[in-house]
């Protein structure tokens, strides 16, 4: 059944785990709710809103779903309606803590209590409190990638993948930021409202919520800079490392081109000189290589190599 209630102190919650005929039909003639929001809970909102209507408060959330190994996040969307005696949460996808609470509640009557002691405000309040909670998991998460990450740059050995795994890591910080960005206004326009169904002392409670998600915005702004810095010093890495083997490369080159050219020469089929005894040829050689190995090792003791 996609639609479960508890009722308690004169408050009902509408628990709804699915949107089907049932649910609409009950959202339109029931309630009377707006059609356009209605067709907002048939459909898929792009981002977190809110509507404030003479009777009720419409509002949509977004709470992330990261999925590992890949650069995408995707969301669940919780569609919430707020009246004077009633709450409706509406999930599109499974929110787990949100399930948990309401079996929680339904199974507790202590919780249940505490739950639906004032208004239906308030049970809104402690539903976002224990979904927002959950915003650990992304920090979380972000942190533990992150501390890998700047293990793989600073480590013995360069990965050629690093760079790679940085910018799916920021894709991600990025997707968070574009699901929770939208929610600091919806929680700022909650926690400053005032109409006859949520009581102006409930304003320091959703204020709260706003701090939740502003703390989690401004975590993901900081880790966004520190993982652009953390590309500059892994490109910087990989180019040094370039650079030596060049470095490498053009110096062993240079010191086989006197080798090279004599070969070159004495290969001719022409009277050159000391070509008369073979002997004096491979001095020759002995010299230049000699002393190409000693510019190596004069290069090597100025640090130049």
């Known amino acids: 059944m996609a639609i479960k209630t508890i009722k308690y102190n004169n408050i009902i919650w509408y628990h709804i785990d ?37 009777k009720y408060i419409f ?31 509406i999930q599109k996808g499974r929110l787990k803590p949100l399930k948990d609470m309401y079996y929680k509640i339904q199974n507790s009557v202590k919780y249940r209590k505490s739950c639906f002691d004032k208004d239906p405000g308030y049970l809104l309040y402690r539903i976002l409190e224990v979904l927002y909670n959950q915003n650990k998991n ?26 790679k795994r940085i910018a799916y890591l920021r894709q991600k910080i990025l997707s ?10 919806v929680m ?20 709260d919520i706003d701090d939740k998600i502003d703390k989690i915005t401004n975590f993901l702004d900081n880790q966004k800079y520190v993982l652009k810095d953390l590309l500059e010093v892994h490109d910087s890495l990989v180019t040094h490392k370039t650079n030596k083997v060049i470095k490498i490369l053009t110096v062993f080159s240079v010191g086989m081109l006197p080798l090279t050219l004599l070969s070159g020469i004495y290969g001719m089929n022409i009277a050159l000189p ?18 190409v190995i000693g510019v190596i090792l004069m290069m090597k003791r100025k640090k130049l190599l």
């Open 18 to 54: 699915k949107v089907d005929d049932e649910v609409l039909s009950l959202l339109r003639k029931e309630f009377n709710f707006h059609p356009l929001d209605v067709k907002d809970v048939a459909g898929e909102a792009e981002e977190s809103k809110i509507d404030v209507y003479d």
């Open 59 to 89: 509002m949509v959330l977004h709470f992330p779903v990261i999925i590992r190994g890949q650069a995408r996040v995707e969301f669940i969307e919780l569609d919430i309606f707020l009246g004077k005696d009633f709450l409706v949460t």
């Open 138 to 163: 992304v920090t979380s998460y972000i942190l533990n990638r992150l501390y890998k990450l700047e293990d793989e740059v600073y480590g013995d050995e360069i990965d050629e993948n690093t760079a």
């Open 176 to 185: 968070l930021k574009r699901i929770f960005d939208p929610q600091i206004e």
């Open 188 to 207: 700022s326009s909650l926690s400053r409202l005032k109409t006859k169904f949520l009581p102006a002392e409930l304003n320091v409670y959703f204020d």
């Open 274 to 291: 000391f070509s008369d005894r073979p002997i004096n040829i491979w001095l020759i050689f002995l010299v230049l290589f000699l002393l």
